[in-house]
């Protein structure tokens, strides 16, 4: 039986997310695009309102609210500012996460209070320069010496990279691939230059370099060889925030785009009269609300473990090419300007594109769902 409604916590969590994403974050999202970076008060103030820790067990210093709430949380952000919610998304859903899904109870609670309170920063380490929708043929790697491993290798695209604390690095052994954790100041750990984006411009993304760099062996997360599975776990739950954020940032495209029909005059009526304006709004709102269901009913599922990679893979698909059909729908009825700087629509149309890219691309996705139910449904 399946039930949306939300709790009086859960009403709560969303009221006290979407004022701070409303009045404070909205305000200041299009200087956060042109300096390419998320003020650190901002950051400070979403550490400070439970953000971080929202989807995570109390016990690590989280709020308990699980992937429903995270959900809640990334949706008001991602409808506010896309480079936030990327931000975000990076530190919980991948970069924190992988130490949730993987580590041991000691390591949790090494580092999990602290990224869960946000007095430090999470990223996630997998992408490489020939390893990108192919993940597993990373060359990454990692050798034991004593009690320590020591890394050497390259990371690609890494989102947080510039300025984050702890590091989840993925790298191949003589067992496979395996994670550890990395930090920030490592010797022999080096951080490459912000990369220049078309869009999510506040999220900083760059390079990582390591060059012989040794961790102890508590760093290592999880079991030599089984870090590629904790990738895909973690990725699961990536795509389901990922989901969220998208879904935001179509309800913001439908409200502006209502808003600026009702006012927008030509042949002297409002553009909201007319049949086709009417029909890209109509189309716009059956998006938001499939897309709001299959996003919920996901995290409801992982909330109860019965999530499994195939409807992570849909949330991930549908989320992202309805955010870019949404973004297209809405630059048709501001038509120029849209195009202008002068209006939110012009960031946003070029930070919705990004999320048919990461995470795993939108093709990747597809074949993720196609084997799936190619083994469900037996051979022919």
């Known amino acids: 039986?399946?039930?949306?409604?939300?709790?009086?916590?859960?009403?709560?969590?969303?009221?006290?997310?979407?004022?701070?994403?409303?009045?404070?974050?909205k305000p200041v999202a299009a200087k956060i695009d042109?300096?390419?970076?998320?003020?650190?008060?901002i950051i400070e103030k979403i550490g400070e309102i439970g953000?971080?820790?929202?989807?995570?067990p109390e016990e690590y210093g989280g709020s308990g609210f699980g992937e429903v709430g995270y959900c809640l949380v990334q949706e008001e952000m991602g409808a506010a500012c896309m480079s936030t919610a990327t931000m975000i998304g990076a530190h919980c859903?991948?970069?924190?996460?992988?130490?949730?899904?993987?580590?041991?109870e000691e390591m949790k609670l090494k580092y999990l209070p602290d990224l869960t309170s946000g007095k430090k920063i999470a990223a996630f380490a997998l992408t490489e320069p020939g390893a990108g929708s192919d993940a597993f043929n990373l060359i990454t790697k990692a050798e034991q010496d004593g009690d320590e491993w020591v890394i050497n290798g390259e990371k690609l695209w890494i989102t947080n990279g510039p300025f984050a604390d702890v590091f989840a690095v993925y790298a191949r052994t003589k067992r496979g691939i395996t994670a550890f954790v990395v930090e920030k100041g490592t010797p022999g750990f080096t951080v490459g230059a912000d990369e220049k984006k078309m869009g999510i411009k506040g999220s900083r993304t760059s390079s990582l370099t390591f060059d012989n760099v040794r961790v102890p062996k508590e760093n290592m997360i999880g079991r030599d060889g089984r870090g590629f599975l904790t990738a895909m776990k973690t990725l699961d739950a990536g795509r389901l925030g990922l989901g969220a954020a998208c879904l935001g940032a179509m309800k913001e495209f439908l409200r502006l785009s209502v808003a600026y029909a009702k006012e927008r005059k030509q042949f002297s009526q409002p553009i909201a009269n007319f049949q086709t304006i009417q029909?890209?709004?109509?189309?716009?709102?059956?998006?938001?609300y499939t897309t709001e269901s299959l996003v919920y009913r996901t995290a409801n599922d992982y909330d109860k473990e019965t999530m499994l990679s195939r409807q992570s893979a849909m949330v991930k698909w549908v989320a992202s090419e309805n955010l870019d059909k949404c973004a297209d729908m809405a630059m048709t009825i501001f038509a120029g300007m849209g195009y202008s700087k002068e209006m939110p629509i012009e960031r946003m149309y070029r930070d919705s594109r990004i999320n048919k890219i990461f995470e795993g691309t939108n093709e990747i996705q597809l074949g993720i769902i196609a084997r799936d139910n190619l083994k469900r449904h037996g051979t022919m």
């Open 34 to 41: 042109e300096d390419g970076r998320i003020p650190q008060e």
């Open 279 to 288: 029909n890209i709004i109509a189309e716009m709102a059956i998006m938001v």
């Open 1 to 25: 039986m399946m039930d949306f409604v939300l709790t009086e916590e859960q009403e709560m969590l969303r009221d006290m997310i979407r004022d701070f994403a409303t009045n404070e974050l």
């Open 51 to 56: 953000v971080f820790g929202a989807a995570f």
């Open 93 to 104: 859903s991948i970069g924190l996460n992988s130490i949730l899904i993987g580590g041991s």
